[in-house]
């Protein structure tokens, strides 16, 4: 079994590294190369040009957006009775173009975007959220097991990426909503530590209040895992969802401009906490 991995970013370094124990070559390729050359040396997967790369068995990818996707599957096109697994956080309707056109030449396009930030990357136990054809997901599953705690196939092609989009913006709502609570706490002088100690074994805890806010925000790191322009993709992909379904998506469309008070530039160069940094300066308080 040849399996491919394209896109050796803070998640996909991780995730490529655990396809290495099953019993298959691991062919990687990454945009800057000498990244594909040192996880090579370090992981025992080969490092091989992208016309090379195409032609496995499994092509994986992980790349910013769905943009760069489908122009990697237009300058590569890859070899008849593959499966390419899009583990980017992407536009649905991209990938049922992606499915629509690939099936015509027999390969099938499975978007299967993960959550369990890098931390999951580096244990294996990313959950992995799979769109597109269920005959296509039972061949892929074992292969998608090798960094996943869990896997859920959610329904027909994009349906994987609408899941992701819907799942983030969530989570940013969290991280917004349990700041703006900490704010009122701090502002009445109440210990943030404690308070945090209360959330977390109470019913408005989440991932947020339980890692995000300790870690990166209270500690002052912002340590960049995620960067806050893609999760600024994100939230866009949730409301053009919301646009198309004729929802109201109130409370998403509010998240949006929220986290749209980073500029695009900044966005890409920080972590997503550091967004919570626009609030502190607008409340006058430090989350600490
Ligand atoms: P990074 O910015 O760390 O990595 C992006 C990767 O894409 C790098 O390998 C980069 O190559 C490559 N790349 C960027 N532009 C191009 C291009 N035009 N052509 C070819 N390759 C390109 O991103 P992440 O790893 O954080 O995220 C990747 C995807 O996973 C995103 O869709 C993100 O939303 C999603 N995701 C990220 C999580 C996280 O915690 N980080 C969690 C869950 C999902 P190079 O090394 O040359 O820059």
Redesign the pocket.
């Known amino acids: 079994m040849r399996i491919g991995f394209i896109?050796?970013?803070?998640?996909?370094w991780h995730m490529a590294r655990h396809l290495t124990q099953l019993d298959a070559t691991v062919m990687v390729w990454?945009?800057?190369q000498r990244?594909a050359e040192a996880h090579a040396a370090q992981f025992a997967t080969v490092a091989v040009d992208l016309d090379v790369l195409v032609q496995a068995d499994f092509i994986f990818s992980?790349?910013?957006?769905s943009a760069?996707v489908e122009a990697m599957i237009a300058a590569h096109p890859p070899q008849s009775g593959s499966i390419w697994i899009d583990?980017?956080?992407g536009v649905p309707c991209s990938a049922q173009q992606l499915s629509h056109s690939l099936k015509l030449r027999n390969i099938e396009f499975l978007d299967a975007?993960?959550?369990g930030?890098?931390i999951g990357a580096e244990q294996g136990t990313l959950t992995v959220m799979v769109g597109g054809d269920a005959t296509a997901f039972e061949r892929a599953r074992a292969v998608i097991q090798a960094f996943a705690g869990k896997i859920e196939h959610v329904g027909e092609s994009g349906a994987g990426f609408a899941v992701k989009a819907i799942n983030n913006s969530l989570m940013a709502a969290n991280l917004w909503a349990l700041s703006e609570g900490l704010s009122v706490l701090k502002a009445r002088g109440v210990n943030l530590e404690a308070a945090l100690a209360c959330i977390n074994h109470s019913s408005g805890k989440s991932t947020m209040s339980e890692t995000v806010m300790p870690q990166k925000i209270m500690s002052r790191r912002f340590n960049k895992?995620?960067?806050l322009h893609?999760l600024q993709k994100?939230i866009g992909i949730a409301l053009d969802l919301i646009a198309e379904t004729q929802q109201q998506g109130r409370l998403l469309h509010a998240v949006q401009q929220l986290y749209a008070q980073t500029d695009r530039q900044t966005a890409e160069h920080v972590d997503f906490s550091a967004a919570i940094q626009v609030l502190e300066q607008s409340h006058q308080v430090l989350l600490n």
């Not at 896109?7 to 996909?12: D, F, N």
């Not at 992980?62 to 957006?65: A, D, G, I, S, V």
């Open positions: 896109g050796l970013g803070a998640i996909g990454n945009r800057t990244k992980c790349l910013p957006t760069e583990c980017t956080s975007p993960v959550s930030q890098t895992t995620f960067a893609l994100d």
